[in-house]
């Protein structure tokens, strides 16, 4: 009677090597698709983060029917001040300049109701204003009436440049604040007649 030799269990030193080729490749192809994500969260984070601060402006100047301050700041510090570049921001009732470290209160200066870090989530997000503070009277309109509306700019400029559409890479956004009180997030390479587009 023959007997047949057994299979050998296990992988061989070449199928290996072939498996991490290809593991190492499909990670090589997948890289700047996850950095070009990675960039456009953080955009996207921080364009919300500021937005939300605009709407939580504007609601409180409704519900208190008094005048609410949104402003972006270059630091949540005591030496903090009015920034157009800053992606930290506060909401509040009086001027935070100096005192942007103050706890929340509705009776002592600056009357703060909320911050935000620009750390939280975007660190590399990069915030350009048209103007550092917009204040929302109790209609919820923006108060001075500005000439035109306000754009807030949100870019990461370890990214590279803004993509066109259909294009993959990173995607810039835009907070358009109207001269209405309207609050809205677009994209600024999209054309206006796109609704999409600012």
């Not at 358009?176 to 054309?191: H, K």
């Amino acid at each position: 009677m023959l007997t047949l030799p057994h299979s050998q269990q296990g992988t061989t030193l070449v199928e290996l090597l072939i498996g991490l080729t290809i593991v190492a490749l499909l990670f090589a192809l997948g890289t700047p698709a996850f950095f070009s994500w990675l960039q456009n969260s953080q955009i996207r984070t921080s364009a919300e983060g500021i937005q939300n601060g605009l709407h939580l402006a504007r609601g409180e100047a409704v519900r208190r029917n008094t005048s609410v301050r949104f402003q972006l700041t270059s630091a949540l510090t005591a030496g903090c001040g009015l920034s157009t570049s800053g992606g930290n921001w506060v909401v509040s009732l009086d001027d935070p300049s100096g005192a942007c470290n103050s706890t929340p209160s509705d009776t002592v200066a600056p009357r703060i109701i909320q911050v935000r870090s620009a750390a939280e989530g975007s660190a590399n997000a990069a915030v350009a204003a048209g103007q550092s503070s917009i204040i929302f009277n109790g209609l919820g309109r923006v108060t001075p009436v500005p000439a035109g509306n306000i754009d807030i700019d949100i870019t990461n400029p370890t990214g590279g440049a803004c993509a066109t559409p259909g294009v993959d890479g990173m995607r810039c956004l835009r907070i358009r604040i109207s001269t209405g009180g309207q609050i809205r997030m677009c994209n600024p390479i999209l054309a206006s007649t796109d609704p999409q587009g600012c």
